[in-house]
């Protein structure tokens, strides 16, 4: 690799992991952030949906050695945990392995972990308080303002990675008809973020070991536990219309919503108007591109390149996963800058419009169709299949969550063709025990492939 510097645009998941490999590599970093330092400030709420960390972005972290610094944020979900209206509860787990657990994660407190490691141990520059406020893709030029003393100044170094989100500044100086052609695509449902206390003693008030859901057809509850015995709850719903955001307009009304959707839970969340009242409606939205690097000048990474809906719970994993394989590309000995990042997007574009469009997807299964007998049929039929024919049939969640050795655009097209086949196998039965599984076992080793 040359021995130019690199700039990383933005301080989040995404930029302080890859600053980490880059330093491992002997690549001098400067990452600019422009948030104070997460060491400087409080833990804000009402924002930040909690992250669930699977195997992909497992993989990453022990890659950079930061693993063992944030297994104790972990808390093992084995499953989703359904709270029907009637007031009853199922677990539905997520696999049926040992390790197939998913991770429930504090955002902030992650972020904290990696930045502090990227300066303390690796000795990355990390410069905090500088807003971007424009790029010149022509010239390659970017502006900033140094938020501690309001100066602005300009960088023209290259290369210039941007991870500054969702919102990129520098994704958006392209316009539709550029070459990176990037466009922006929001779902007509927000968030809003609400949270469950500890009992007393400190004692969760939910079972830990699951993501709960209150499936509700066109929106739903979720709950995700916290090491500190709370629990962060997520509401998904329409912004607009006769259920929505927009509805709940008075506490009165707030109240009375969740005592008739979610009883179960009105008693656990003791200031439930109040913080329904304060914390904001947040956006749900997907960012796609048809290319996410310019030369050796840009690149776009995580969710400056592909941000995704939260439904999979991947966003984080996938653009650690990007990480990853920027690495992996810069151990071959790759020298060009403008090579490294034309393989990369080679290898992770058709991966990340794969989850993309999963994450999607999964909306509509947390919210509706996990409440479907004909739905738990088919996932008690895959796990069947899948304990006949190891390494042949893998349920889709299966390969996305724990199957970091699959690409997500694999997943996409194996999971399409085991859904029709589950399908057909349950066209006209109501039970498992009607299944006959030995032909079963026979229609699926015949249409499918060993991985």
């Known amino acids: 690799m040359d021995s130019k510097p690199v700039n990383i645009i933005g301080a989040g998941l995404c930029g302080s992991l890859l600053s980490i490999l880059f330093a491992r590599r002997g690549i001098e970093v400067t990452v600019l952030e422009r948030q104070p330092d997460p060491h400087d400030v409080p833990v804000a709420g009402g924002r930040s949906i909690n992250l669930a960390l699977s195997s992909r972005g497992i993989r990453a972290l022990q890659l950079a050695d930061v693993f063992e610094d944030v297994e104790p944020l972990l808390l093992p979900m084995r499953g989703r945990m359904i709270h029907h209206e009637d007031g009853s509860s199922e677990l539905q787990p997520y696999g049926q392995r040992e390790h197939e657990r998913i991770f429930s994660v504090s955002r902030a407190e992650l972020n904290r972990i990696l930045a502090r490691a990227a300066r303390e141990r690796f000795g990355v520059d990390l410069r905090f308080g500088q807003k971007v406020l424009a790029y010149r893709p022509e010239e390659s030029l970017l502006t900033l303002e140094n938020t501690h003393n309001s100066e602005t100044y300009e960088i023209s170094n290259k290369p210039l990675i941007a991870a500054d989100g969702a919102g990129s500044v520098l994704r958006r100086a392209f316009g539709p008809d550029s070459y990176i052609s990037p466009s922006e695509s929001l779902l007509p449902h927000g968030y809003k973020e609400l949270a469950i206390p500890p009992g007393p003693g400190g004692r969760f008030q939910l079972a830990t070991g699951a993501l709960h859901i209150w499936p509700r057809g066109g929106f739903m509850l979720i709950a995700l536990p916290n090491p500190g015995g709370d629990f962060t709850l997520t509401l998904f719903m329409p912004n607009e219309g006769p259920t929505s955001f927009a509805s709940l307009d008075s506490a009165a009304k707030v109240q009375a919503f969740f005592s008739q959707h979610f009883a179960d839970v009105v008693p656990l969340i003791p200031d439930l108007s109040q913080a329904f009242a304060k914390n904001p409606v947040g956006i749900l939205g997907t960012v796609r591109c048809q290319h996410w690097h310019v030369d050796s000048d840009l690149l776009l990474i995580g969710d400056a390149a592909h941000a995704i809906v939260p439904f999979h719970g991947q966003g984080m994993n996938l653009a650690f996963e990007d990480c990853l394989v920027i690495d992996d590309i810069l151990a071959s000995r790759e020298k060009n800058w403008s ?86 196998l349950t066209a006209n039965i109501d039970s498992l025990e009607a299944v006959d599984m030995d032909a079963a076992a026979k229609v699926a080793g015949d249409c499918l492939q060993p991985l």
């Open 339 to 424: 090579n490294v990042f034309a393989r990369f997007e080679k290898r992770q574009l058709a991966n990340a419009n794969a989850i993309a469009d999963m994450a999607l997807e999964n909306y509509v299964e947390m919210r509706d169709t996990v409440r479907d007998p004909k739905y738990l049929l088919r996932k008690a039929l895959a796990f069947e299949l899948e304990q006949r024919l190891p390494g042949q049939f893998i349920p889709r969640y299966s390969m996305v969550m724990f199957h970091p050795e699959i690409p997500y655009a694999e997943a996409q097209r194996r999971g399409a063709r085991q859904q029709t086949l589950l399908e057909k």
